[in-house]
């Protein structure tokens, strides 16, 4: 007994262990993009601060936000401190496929407090299929904060609903892990946190209309 437990324990020692915080609810978020290992093309779509929409738009003949859907549900385990709650608690979530040309390009999830008002988020509920990017950008109200950047795993609760996304599921067959960023915006005192998750095509789209891009 005491020669296989010496050896599961040296087994062991030659196994790179996940981190304890990293569990199937939670991503490993870094505040270098050199943390995810991305190509030198996906390191810059994440690490760019400009307007994720105007990099798209600037890239496709033909932009469109898909809604997926908005409403009240609890946001993630490693969401609620971004956003100031204090445990897991329900929030107002919408999520988008952004498209260039009709090909999926972004899925992104965005969260905001339940206790965020209309003063504070004028035009969040009524967005519909209009791009919340484009809304943030051109308000001088708003902050952003640091972009956060990760591998998301198909245990990661926002792959498992890319997954079950029969368009999206076909495209991201095989594929071990999906880059992402989040970064935490802030208007008059209320937080709102975008999760963006780059599908598989990105990487073929080419730049197509200059000056673009500041929007």
């Given at each position: 007994?005491?020669?296989?437990?010496?050896?599961?324990?040296?087994?062991?020692?030659?196994?790179?262990?996940?981190?304890?915080?990293?569990t199937?609810?939670?991503?490993?978020?870094?505040?270098?993009?050199?943390?995810?290992?991305?190509?030198?093309?996906?390191?810059d779509?994440?690490?760019?601060?400009?307007?994720?929409?105007?990099?798209?738009?600037?890239?496709?003949?033909?932009?469109?936000?898909?809604?997926?859907?908005?409403?009240?549900?609890?946001?993630?385990?490693?969401?609620?401190?971004?956003?100031?709650?204090?445990?897991?608690?329900?929030?107002?979530?919408?999520?988008?496929?952004?498209?260039?040309?009709?090909?999926?390009?972004?899925?992104?999830?965005?969260?905001?407090?339940?206790?965020?008002?209309?003063?504070?988020?004028?035009?969040?509920?009524?967005?519909?299929?209009?791009?919340?990017?484009?809304?943030?950008?051109?308000?001088?109200?708003?902050?952003?904060?640091?972009?956060?950047?990760?591998?998301?795993?198909?245990?990661?609760?926002?792959?498992r609903?890319?997954?079950?996304?029969?368009?999206?599921?076909?495209?991201?067959?095989?594929?071990?892990?999906?880059?992402?960023?989040?970064?935490?915006?802030?208007?008059?005192?209320?937080s709102?946190?975008?999760?963006e998750?780059?599908?598989?095509?990105?990487?073929?789209?080419?730049?197509?209309?200059?000056?673009?891009?500041?929007?």
């Amino acid at each position: 007994m005491k020669h296989k437990a010496a050896a599961h324990q040296h087994a062991d020692k030659g196994t790179p262990r996940m981190s304890l915080i990293v569990t199937p609810a939670h991503a490993r978020w870094f505040a270098n993009v050199n943390g995810v290992q991305a190509s030198p093309l996906m390191a810059d779509w994440l690490s760019n601060r400009g307007s994720l929409t105007a990099r798209l738009v600037a890239r496709c003949g033909q932009f469109r936000v898909q809604r997926l859907y908005q409403r009240r549900a609890l946001c993630l385990p490693d969401e609620a401190e971004q956003i100031g709650l204090p445990v897991v608690r329900k929030v107002h979530e919408r999520e988008v496929i952004l498209r260039c040309d009709g090909q999926a390009m972004v899925y992104a999830h965005t969260v905001v407090p339940l206790t965020a008002s209309a003063t504070q988020w004028p035009l969040f509920r009524s967005l519909g299929e209009r791009s919340l990017g484009t809304t943030l950008f051109n308000d001088p109200l708003v902050a952003r904060g640091d972009l956060m950047y990760a591998r998301l795993r198909p245990s990661h609760p926002l792959m498992r609903r890319i997954a079950a996304i029969e368009e999206l599921a076909g495209l991201t067959q095989g594929v071990f892990s999906l880059l992402a960023r989040r970064s935490v915006f802030r208007r008059k005192g209320s937080s709102l946190l975008v999760t963006e998750v780059f599908l598989p095509a990105i990487i073929d789209l080419k730049l197509k209309h200059t000056g673009g891009e500041h929007i």
